[in-house]
């Protein structure tokens, strides 16, 4: 996300743009997850360097980044880093990544762009979601009450478990139970 520059930021950058430190900075750019709210969380960009960003042309360009990953900036630092760490499988990144040591709550804000979210899957692989129906592959015994579920039965509006990806909930015979994902199918 990006907005107009603020007086405080264009003072902190002094018109430059944070990242080649060359060109006017013409940009504000929330490094993500982060946005405009606070100039802790934004980048002064020239037009080059926001046009570059999500380019995979001419990847050299981001050399230039030997100098503003010394920013002292945490924001300049982790947009730095994870431009770098896009273009990790080349020599100079690398030479750059590991010239520098950053806080790891830099890094970490760095590298969060490139986490995969965990997500709920059937035996299939396909993607489950709160409220779909699901179909039982295999008799389950559930444990702590005397029945068992039959392969076959259907499971409406299943509930996902928040910090399993294993797991879902969903109820048989009327009575919510924890399901493991690799025993359903999407139905």
Known sequence: MSSTITAKLAERCQGLCELCTTETATI???VS???NDVIENEVALCNTCLSKLDSTDDQQYWQSLAGSIWNTEPSVQALSYRILYNNRDQ??????MSSVELD???????????????????????VLESGDTVVLTQNLNVKGANFTATKGTVVRKIRLVPDNTEQ?????????IVILTKYVRKG
């Open 104 to 126: 790891e709550p830099v890094i970490n804000w760095a590298t969060s762009a490139f986490i995969v979210a965990d997500v709920h899957k059937d035996s299939n692989g396909t």
């Open 168 to 176: 879902i909930e969903g109820k048989v015979n009327e009575q919510m």
């Open 91 to 96: 020599e100079w990144a690398q030479e750059i």
């Open 28 to 30: 504000a750019y929330a």
């Open 33 to 35: 997850p982060k946005n």
